[in-house]
């Protein structure tokens, strides 16, 4: 293996990752479209920006959009992880597949079929849909992405590793924090992360089981399509884009400087 | 594991920061408790400023709720677990929820303003009288076509569509009953028609139109047509004026064999709590002035007679948007065909897309 | 120490949550997949699943997750075995990540954008002298579109699978004179085998039940049972065939996790 990139794996990384923000970087151009299409570009302008700050309306259902995403990524993540480890720990065979396949239906339902049966289960149990609801079915339908993201890992684990700790006298807790979940931890990030994209993605399953006044932004965003997509919509991704951007890499590089060593990063 | 529980106490910390955030933000716009009317529409589909003049002038709070297909709407309310004042549903779909017992009736006695709509778009087949609801904005279906890409080429019937010359230029929307109904139309059969040979004949003629199809899409055929992806697009009026506001090389036609009228309707749905707020939210969007102005802002055609007279004169008096009433004589409402036949609408519809393959 | 009992508590929330969340939602999709458009309990919807155009659209609906999965893992391994290889890794795995979290809708549009007659692409076409073509509507468009949104979901398990390979497994390979393809084949890959695996059923089972795009960037060419699901609950409102085929899917997806199942270690 080596260690150097070449400039061909150079060449091939800078062209995903052109593909990968391609669509963005239209989004954001037609921002400050002067026109009011997303295909005809006028001229600059601001506008839209301007547009946005006025809307309080717009923003609450912003900050909603966030809050259930991060909620539900959360604690998707600590069921999922938990999970992870029952399906790991499963003696039979027959156990392990079984627990799969119905982590998995939820992978495979389409959003409409999620979406109405979670709104049939929850007026049955009498939940008044809003907030609550919504973060119920984000976190529901998050799990089985975050079971899987996990499951490699703890796969991969060998079990002499675990026998070895507990050679050593650590009880079944220090062997779940000292060993495994550090073994775990980037998989454990990837659902958590990949639980986000779930929660900020779904329209349907909010449209369905959302109510009394509480709306995220792609079911506002679907609704708008038969009167056509205000470019405000494209000056919001764009604020939201950058200011991701600036998060993840100010929040890697705290993570840099407090371990020198970087993320579990293996030096040879 | 340090690591993991510091990230997950930092995601804690802003969510509980973000959601003190939202909920002071809410009961400063006044959205908690009180005197508040929810509206179930489709985006963006009045005007925010009359919203902000409906609460001052009554103090009543509007949330403005938002649903992107019929279908889903009528779910929502079915279910119910949210209180929804007014929603605003297509035609056929008012009778569907009138026979499934959604609606409740407008009191007419607080609806003084209903004078100023145009006769011949109340009292129509899919609510006798207006018990349930009342017009909101009403169109047609039609043909959007450029002359330009077309070499001058006029269209002025469904069959034209059919012309050799069109290959690979149509855009049609996504929808059984515009599609079928295109056909039944073409073979000069009724919109409604049950009759499961003609419906037959129908799909077997739109076959033979395949070649010409480039697409059966959704929303976005405004866009593509606007941007000449392709010459010729089946589409609802609304979106036609929308398109042609866009690229005005564009021309609108309503095929001469017949077509769709169509309705969007302010009704109560059972779900009401406000049913006060919600009669007076009616009566305020059917003031001529109000009207006229969400006429400007939404850009269909209003069937408030008395809005007409503020709205520019060019507007009112396009014969594309606002047909004589003999052309509108010609026209059909949709009718409520039962589960069973939309169903066959459906197969058939399908079976015509797979086609293409 | 512990008893047996109170270490199986953990699993109680996963348990409940497959409870609720899974079991309960099935038995009501199971339920209304036996009545008939008209309310009457029948066995007319699972008939119906098997006429020419149900077996057709699952036939077509496996074919492109298939090509869907086939293309994301042959572009994905590479990608992420270059990932490992960069100094920030961590960072330039996260920017992978970011794109994903702007509103699909939007970025279908984009694309539409992006792909049509007057887009980017054919401008890009027409520069490099191959003129223009129609893109937009066409399978090479859907697929793209497709591959572009499992892209991560595929990356990070592969990623997390070859960043904690041992170097020393490599070295020994190539102290033993195996060359660079044989130590791929022998050593890296089916050290990873869990990551692209768990990468797969995260493309493949998703991409069987897609919809949106199949409109939005395939124009309707592309019909899948996803789309059909959804048409039934939301056009036709017959919930009791939209339910039908989601059994038949879910029997589908069990019947693929059975087959790539867990086999025991060292295949």
Known sequence: ?268 | MNKLVRFFLFIAVVSAVLLYAISSLNSSQGYSGGNTLTVFNWGDYIDPDLIKKFEKETGIKVIYETFDSNEAMMTKIEQGGTNYDIAVPSEYMIDKMRQEDLLIPLDHSKLPNLKHIDKRFMDLQFDPENKYSIPYFWGTVGIVYNPKMLHGKEITSWNDLWDPDLKNEILLTDGAREVIGMGLNSLGYSLNDTNKQHLVEAKEKLDTLTPNIKAIVGDEIKMLLANQEASVGLVWSGDASEIMSENEDLDYVVPKEGSNLWFDNMVIPKTAKNIEAAHKFINFMLDPKVAAKNTDYVGYSTPNKGALKYMPKEVVEDERFYPSPELTEKLEVYENLGKKNLAYYNELFLQFKMHRK | MENKRTRGLYRIPYLLWILLFVVVPILLVLYYSFFDIEGNFSFVNYQKFFTPVYLKMTLSSFWYAFLITAISLLISYPTAYLLTKTRHKQLWLLLIIVPSWINLLLKAYAFIGIFGTYGAANSFLKMIGIGSRQILFTDFSFVFVSVYIFIPFMILPIFNALNELNPTFIDAANDLGASKWTTFRRVIFPLTIDGVKSGCQVTFIPALSLFMLTRLIAGNRVITLGTSIEQHFLVTQDWGMGSTIAVFLIIIMVLIMVVTGTRKRGV
């Not at chain 1, 999970?83 to 119905?102: D, E, F, M, Y």
């Not at chain 1, 939940?127 to 079915?137: A, H, I, P, W």
């Not at chain 1, 494209?234 to 371990?259: G, H, P, W």
């Open chain 1, 1 to 268: 293996m080596d260690k150097k990139i070449t400039p061909l794996s150079k060449i091939f990384l800078a062209v995903i990752f052109f593909i990968l923000y391609a669509p963005i970087f239209f989004l954001v151009i037609f921002s400050f479209n002067s026109g009011e299409t997303m295909y005809n570009f006028k001229g600059f302008s601001l506008e839209w920006y301007r547009e946005l700050f006025q809307d309080t309306r717009l923003l609450i259902i912003v900050l909603n959009t966030i809050v259930v995403a991060f909620l539900s990524a959360l604690f998707s993540t600590i069921i999922g992880v938990l999970g992870a480890l029952a399906i790991h720990q499963a003696k039979k065979r027959q156990t392990k597949n079984t627990l799969l396949s119905l982590n998995n239906v939820l992978i495979v339902s389409p959003d409409v079929i999620i979406g109405a049966s979670f709104l049939i289960l929850f007026t049955m149990a009498g939940l008044k849909l809003g907030f609550y609801s919504v973060l119920l079915s984000h976190i529901a339908f998050s799990i089985p992405i975050v079971v899987l993201m996990v499951l490699p890992k703890l796969m991969e684990m060998s079990p002499t590793l675990i026998d070895a700790a507990r050679d050593l006298g650590a009880s079944s807790w220090n062997v779940v924090t000292k060993v495994i979940i550090p073994f775990i931890t980037p998989g454990i990030f990837a659902g958590f992360f990949m639980a986000l994209t779930y929660s900020l993605d779904d329209f349907a399953v909010t449209f369905f089981v959302t109510g009394n006044g509480f709306s995220t932004l792609s079911v506002e965003i679907y609704s708008l399509a038969r009167r056509g997509i205000s470019l405000n919509i494209n000056a919001l991704s764009t604020l939201l884009f950058l200011f991701t951007l600036l998060l993840v890499v100010i929040y890697y590089f705290i993570t840099q400087r407090n371990k020198p060593n970087g993320m579990g990063v293996r030096k040879r």
